[in-house]
């Protein structure tokens, strides 16, 4: 998805709140194309679904621009746009009118046994939250800190946390290792 669609989506060019505040397209650009790709894996390895991760990254670009925090470098704002599509997720898991999200995860597991270590099978029985930290810590490289200021937890929770997911994934790995 490009930048522009992004900004154009469906609701027509994009109005900022507060008409004095106007989006440096160019800035933008650049901040699409530093974030938009991580952003949308995370979104949908999590969640299991493209069309999901496509909604999602609009949104919260969206929500991103229409913010009072549009002007953070793409440092500052990379850990923000993970915050803003994590609760866009967590309000979608809220609603039980969706599909559920492991009938989208299982669509795509291999059934073949010989395929060796499936880790998307190990994703899969794993709880959302454990699969949002260890993304976030082994794909995108974000530090406990950075994963705290993306999930809304506290730093100390997320180190917790994620020792328990590597734990559970180990011990899924392990089990997955012990039927071959």
């Known amino acids: 998805m490009s930048a ?17 505040h106007e989006v440096d397209e160019q800035a933008f650009n ?3 194309a530093a974030t938009a790709g991580s952003l949308w ?3 949908a390895r999590v969640s299991g679904s493209p069309d999901i991760a496509d909604d999602v990254l609009q949104e919260a670009y969206y929500r991103f621009l229409s913010s009072k925090r549009r002007d953070l470098d793409t440092v500052n ?6 915050r803003i599509a994590t609760n866009l997720m967590h309000d979608r898991w809220r609603r039980s009118h969706e599909r559920g999200w492991v009938d989208y995860l299982e669509m795509g597991i291999d ?12 994703m899969l029985q794993l709880k959302p939250r454990a699969r949002e930290l260890l993304w976030l810590a082994y794909v995108e490289g974000m530090t406990h800190r950075e994963i705290a200021v993306a999930t809304g937890l506290n730093t100390m929770s997320v180190r917790i946390l994620l020792l328990r997911a590597r734990r559970k994934a ?9 039927r071959q």
Do not use: C, H
């Open 4 to 20: 522009s669609a992004v900004i154009a989506g469906t609701w027509g060019p994009l109005k900022v709140r507060e008409a004095s």
């Open 30 to 32: 650049a901040l699409y």
């Open 41 to 43: 894996s995370y979104v």
């Open 77 to 82: 704002a990379k850990p923000y746009l993970f």
């Open 111 to 122: 059934e073949n046994p010989d395929s060796g270590i499936d880790v998307r099978r190990v």
């Open 170 to 178: 180990a011990l899924l790995l392990g089990q997955k290792g012990k």
